[in-house]
């Protein structure tokens, strides 16, 4: 199956300071990725869908200012924290499907587990 | 939008046991998919079954498009395969609650 990857895998940063994670397509070229946040024993909840190009899409209820999304290149999305807050803290999880495969099959990162203090 | 719902939400079996895990969602869809995910929060794909019935070792998927729902069976379970078990329904990814499923020794 197709790998995605994400970088970091973990951060601790300060309240008011701004973490970027990182979300790499390695072995096909990704024009969407959807980045999820999950809360301990919760289920994933999609944030919002980055599109190569252009403007990502939020989901209703997340603010777009707080979690800047750039999907620069094929295989490179990025979503920013800006201004962290310890409500901020969760994992955080991209997702990527490759367009060389027939099927909508979705492959996901490892994740990034944000502790902000 | 669409919902999905997942049953049962916890589950405690000894080793060696079969469980069944339901997925049942509220629409029609174009894609579903069954997810492992790890104690290091890693999603593992198992299944990508939007319809029909497949087979990868001891464990199986069946979707009933027409009647909204998939199960995911596991037979002569192993440690290994505690942790939660997603299923995801729709292009943008809508996930169930999870199956917390414990395995013990």
């Known amino acids: 199956g197709a790998v995605v990857s994400q970088h970091p895998s973990w951060v601790i940063c300060k309240s008011g300071t701004s973490v970027k994670i990182e979300c790499r397509s390695l072995d096909f070229q990704a024009t969407t990725m959807f980045w999820y946040r999950q809360f301990p024993k919760q289920s994933l909840m999609l944030m919002a869908t980055s599109n190569e190009g252009s403007k990502a899409t939020y989901e209703q209820g997340v603010e777009k200012d707080k979690f800047l999304i750039n999907h620069a290149s094929l295989t490179l999305s990025t979503l920013t924290v800006t201004s962290a807050h310890p409500e901020d803290s969760s994992f955080y999880i991209c997702?990527?499907?490759?367009?060389?495969?027939?099927?909508?099959?979705?492959?996901f990162g490892p994740g990034t587990r944000l502790t902000v203090l | 939008g669409i919902q999905v719902e997942q049953s049962p939400p916890d589950l405690i079996l000894q080793e060696g046991a079969n469980s069944t895990l339901r997925c049942n969602f509220s629409d029609s869809v174009n894609n579903l998919q069954w997810f492992h995910q790890n104690p290091w929060g890693q999603l593992i794909n198992l299944f990508y079954i939007p319809s029909g019935t497949k087979q990868n070792g001891r464990l199986s998927a069946t979707t009933v498009a027409t009647e909204r729902y998939s199960l995911l069976y596991i037979s002569s379970s192993q440690t290994t395969d505690s942790g939660v078990y997603f299923c995801a329904v729709d292009d943008k990814i809508i996930f169930g609650k999870g199956t917390r499923l414990h395995i013990l020794p």
């Open positions: 997702s990527a499907r490759d367009p060389g495969q027939a099927r909508n099959e979705q492959f």
